[in-house]
């Protein structure tokens, strides 16, 4: 039984920081791309983030860029998201999703396991 199971998220105030951990059991995580995703209220469900298995290649969403970090640690089958500078529109609920791709992307329905997700609050 595949399994993906976030964690990390929380209430913090605008230019603040919060790490979330992706917990990964039941797929060959080391051989898997890794994304991290986002849906605010009344939104759709959106790329931010993405990191290939060999850690090789990371793409982020230009609204993140240079606040937010993605990594694994394949020792541990764990995909994380650093993430800095956060802004009140960085609210959203963020699911961690894995895809049998090798490459980056950032196209959800290639994207064949989800997380529960985990809840992101950022306050003005």
């Known amino acids: 039984q595949v399994q993906l199971v976030e964690s990390g998220g929380g209430l913090v105030q605008a230019g603040g920081s919060l790490r979330l951990s992706c917990a990964a059991s039941?797929?060959?995580?080391?051989?898997?791309?890794m994304g991290w995703f986002r849906q605010a209220p009344g939104k759709e469900r959106e790329f931010v983030a993405a990191?290939?298995?060999?850690?090789?290649?990371?793409y982020y969403t230009d609204s993140v860029k240079g606040r937010f970090t993605i990594s694994r640690d394949n020792a541990k089958n764990t995909v994380y998201l650093q993430m800095n500078s956060l802004k009140p529109e960085d609210t959203a609920v963020y699911y961690c999703?894995?895809?049998?791709?090798?490459?980056?992307?950032?196209?959800?329905?290639?994207?064949?396991?989800w997380g529960q997700g985990t809840q992101v609050t950022v306050s003005s």
């Open positions: 999703a894995a895809t049998a791709r090798a490459v980056i992307t950032i196209t959800r329905p290639e994207y064949d396991y």
């Open positions: 039941g797929l060959p995580f080391s051989r898997r791309t």
């Open positions: 990191i290939t298995w060999s850690v090789a290649g990371t």
